[in-house]
């Protein structure tokens, strides 16, 4: 290798590793307040339930602004997009930490919404345009680990912070971060945009962020300890009835806000399907043990989140081999037998009980640590193995779309999965109603393993080969 290609090396592996430093930051907020509700709450004068919307206010505004993401990078720029919307968030993360009141602090979560929704699809979009494709496993690996950790951190962080500082500084840790990244994005980020910009798609957007805000309403409706069954179906209902209308509508425009030529493509296709169902079902997990470790064995909320280290381990212990595994295997193999796998350690979570050694419990947890984080890169890389250059963008939009949704639909699974737990054995030990969720879990990743069945065996062998 040449002197030239180690720089421009260097120079994709620290954009790659910006993005995901991003990527983290926003991550880390969607779970991290959980454990500081109360606190929140009492320094608000505000019941503890009432927080539940500063939580969901940020993923609402995740999930309806994201579809805006691809046209605003076009128009705009992706760097300078990138930049403002690292500037945004950081800036929403102060004056979260410096809310006073409930209608202050949901205020700012829209506004942090907001800058997480710009940040993570134009960052991966950044890295899919600048990253050739013998380079993408890498790439996608590098970027794939926020999703992973952050979910596992954020409780025990939160939960830590919360008990020996003060719930104002979970937010002011994303100050230096934001203060180190905006400078990095202007320097490492190339300055690109498109010469012509196809007219914004309104009618598809109002479509596309209703229907996204009725199905991720129910995610948060269902997630809390008393759901409002009949709020919940109607907005069931309205969220398929908007998505069926939108689904037809991007079909019919000539310059939709979300394109879904990418579904033609076969390996594209099968990560929306299946990689949509493992998505659900992993974002489930994390939900589900701290509330069995609680409720269940009696853990304090600290030790609770704790045990979910043993996740984190598997999936950093899994990063060292992933490109060595796709390289041998090829994705169809990997994600059929990992899929397997990871639906088997998801059903092995029913299986615990209080009187099991923590040792055995941390194993179990570990190695469903190891098979998500290999399902995740697989299914993130092979995503955009076999999409062309120019179609990246429109594709990446409606990835990241896809993708929040599944994510935010998996908390309602859990919930729904424990709740109906509960309703079919109302005097059965707590433990009892949380192992029929984890089978219920399992058991919709399994479904979701059933697509990568139908991949080509040859799927992503350029970018596996080049792994």
Known sequence: MTSADDTRERGLGAVALLVAGTFFMENLDATVITPAIPQMAASFAVPPVALNTGVSAYMLTLGVFIPASGWIAD?????????????????????????????????????????????????????????????????????????????????????????????????????????????????????????????????????????????????????????????????????????????????????????????????????????????????????????????????????????????????????????????????????????????????ACALLTPSMPPALIAMVLFVGGMTRSMQFTAFNTLAFADIEQRAMAAANTLFSTVFQLAMGLGVALGAVAWHAGTLLAPQASPVLAFRGAFLLVAAVSLLGVRDSFSLHPQAGHQVARGA
Not at 119 to 128: E, F, K, Y
């Open 75 to 347: 128009r705009f720029g992706a760097r300078k997009v990138f930049a403002s919307a690292i500037a945004l968030f950081t800036i929403a993360s102060w004056l979260c930490g410096h809310a006073d009141g409930l209608a202050e602090f949901v205020a700012m979560r829209v506004l942090q919404g907001i800058g997480g929704a710009l940040m993570v699809p134009v960052g991966r979009l950044v890295v899919l345009r600048v990253t050739p494709k013998q380079r993408l496993v890498q790439a996608i690996a590098t970027l794939t680990w926020p999703a992973l950790v952050a979910p596992v951190l954020g409780p025990p962080l939160g939960g830590l912070l919360a008990q020996q500082a003060n719930w104002r500084w979970i937010f002011y840790l994303n100050l230096p971060l934001g203060l180190l990244a905006l400078p990095l994005a202007l320097l490492l980020v190339p300055h690109a945009r498109e010469p012509r910009v196809d007219p914004f798609d309104w009618p598809g957007f109002g479509l596309c962020a209703g229907a996204l805000l009725a199905l991720l309403s129910v995610a948060d409706m269902v997630s809390g300890p008393r759901a409002p069954w009949a709020g919940v179906a109607g907005a069931a209902a309205c969220g398929l009835v908007l998505l069926a209308l939108a689904v037809r509508h991007l079909g019919r425009s000539p310059h939709p806000v979300l394109s879904l030529s990418a579904l033609k493509v076969p390996s594209f296709a099968v990560t929306v399907r299946g990689g949509s169902l493992f998505r659900m079902g992993v974002s489930a997990v994390p939900f589900l043990l701290p509330l069995m470790f609680e409720l269940g064995f009696g853990y304090g909320p600290l030790r609770a989140g704790s045990m979910l280290m043993a996740v984190f381990a598997g999936n950093l212990l899994m990063k060292l081999g992933t490109t060595q595994v796709l390289r041998r295997f090829g994705f169809r193999r990997v994600l059929v037998v990992n899929g397997l796998l990871n639906a088997c350690a998801i059903a």
